[in-house]
Structures are given as structure tokens and as C-alpha cells.
């Protein structure tokens, strides 16, 4: 277990990631007697997990664009990582991704709340959650017997999107928005997708 934890948090994607949250969240810490700044870390944390779901499953698993270098950016991101699911490399969202992203999110919420702290600390929560995130995924792909009930079925449910059928069980820290989107399934009533490991291939198949 040791050499897991040491090769997650010293993958330099995520010991970047960890470093700024660090950053984030002592700002956070500082300030949080302020209910302004608790219910932004809140608010960032739990609008994580729906766009964690809602990027997954309409973004990651789009039909596969016709251009060259888009198609190129959607291997990096994602469908490299359904043809090689334990390649380590492929578990991690790059930072040229996810860094965009969160400032993205970041001005919005300045642009809303004119707070430079609120903001932080909604990144903050963003982060915290991002980094829970590439953890459970991580885990779903590595050696790693989860120490929880609960920790040992989100990995198997994440183990039927990779093996059983990719147009279902998108969320990887939550099952809630699979529930309420209707795509949580029994994995023995759904049929065994053929494109599960070559998302390139899915033309126009519905998820």
C-alpha cells in the first residue's frame, strides 16, 4: 500500500495540484469563521461532483471528433485511458486541463461574489474534491483492496464502466448523479458494450 500512496502523491500532476490546495485551503482555514467562506468551500466541493459526472459523460465520452488535433486531445484526456485502463499515466486528468478549468471557475465566482476569499475558498473545495477524485480512480485501477464496503463497490461499479458497458456508471466519487440521470444500472442487466475499450468507435451510439 505504502508504494501506492508515494507513487499517487508524487505523480507531478498531483503533488502540483496538492501544493496549490494547500494554498487554497490555508487561505480557506483562516477565514472561515466567516459562513460566507464555509458555504463557498461547500458549494465547491458539491458542484465538483456534478461536473464531475456531467464532463464525464457528455464531454470524455463524446462522439469522436473528425479533427485531427481535437481527436488528439480526446485520446489524452480520455479515450486512450478506456484502451489502456491501468496505464498510469492515463489515470491522472493533466494539469493542462484541469488548471484551465478551475481558473475558469475562479473568475466566475469573483465575477458573482466580488470576493477574493469566497472565491478561494470555492476553489478550494473544488481542489479538495478534484484531488478525492483522481485518489478513488486510482484506486480503481491498482492493485488496491479498498478499505471500505463502500470504497470496494464504487471501484467495482467503476470497473463495469471499463469492462462491462461505458454508457453507464460515470460517477467515480459519487453514484448520486448516476441515480438521477437513469444511468445506474445492475451490471447483469446490461449488455457487454463492444467499444468499451475503443471509445473512437462509438459513432453514434447514444449514452
Same mark, same amino acid.
Given at each position: 500500500m505504502k508504494k501506492h500512496v508515494k507513487?499517487?502523491?508524487?505523480?507531478?500532476?498531483? $503533488?502540483i495540484m496538492g501544493c496549490l490546495f /494547500?494554498?487554497?485551503?490555508?487561505?480557506?482555514?483562516?477565514?472561515?469563521?466567516?459562513?460566507e467562506t464555509l458555504i463557498a468551500f461547500i458549494v465547491g466541493m458539491l458542484g465538483y461532483t456534478l461536473i464531475e459526472y456531467l464532463t464525464h459523460?457528455?464531454?470524455? &465520452?463524446m462522439k469522436a471528433p473528425k479533427n485531427a488535433f481535437l481527436l488528439?486531445?480526446?485520446? /489524452?484526456?480520455?479515450?486512450d485511458h &478506456?484502451?489502456?485502463?491501468? =496505464? /498510469?499515466? /492515463? $489515470?491522472?486528468?493533466? $494539469?493542462?486541463y484541469s488548471l484551465p478549468n478551475i481558473v475558469v471557475v475562479g473568475v466566475i465566482a469573483y465575477v458573482i461574489t466580488s470576493s477574493l476569499v469566497t472565491t478561494i475558498a470555492l476553489i478550494a473545495g473544488v481542489m479538495l474534491l478534484l484531488l478525492f477524485y483522481e485518489w478513488k480512480h486510482f484506486v480503481a485501477h491498482r492493485p488496491i483492496k479498498p478499505i471500505s464496503p463502500w470504497g470496494r463497490w464504487m471501484k467495482k461499479v467503476?470497473?463495469? &464502466? &471499463?469492462?462491462?458497458? =461505458?454508457?453507464?456508471?460515470y460517477g467515480v466519487t459519487t453514484p448520486t448523479f448516476d441515480y438521477l440521470m437513469g444511468t445506474y444500472k445492475e451490471q447483469k442487466d446490461v449488455e457487454l458494450s463492444k467499444t468499451t475499450r475503443d471509445l473512437e468507435k462509438r459513432g453514434e451510439q447514444v449514452d
Open positions: 507513487a499517487f502523491f508524487f505523480y507531478p500532476d498531483i $503533488l /494547500l494554498i487554497c485551503f490555508a487561505v480557506t482555514i483562516a477565514h472561515l469563521s466567516s459562513f459523460r457528455f464531454v470524455f &465520452h488528439k486531445i480526446m485520446k /489524452l484526456i480520455h479515450y &478506456h484502451a489502456n485502463p491501468n =496505464e /498510469l499515466h /492515463l $489515470l491522472f486528468l493533466p $494539469l493542462w467503476h470497473q463495469w &464502466h &471499463h469492462y462491462k458497458n =461505458e454508457n453507464y456508471w
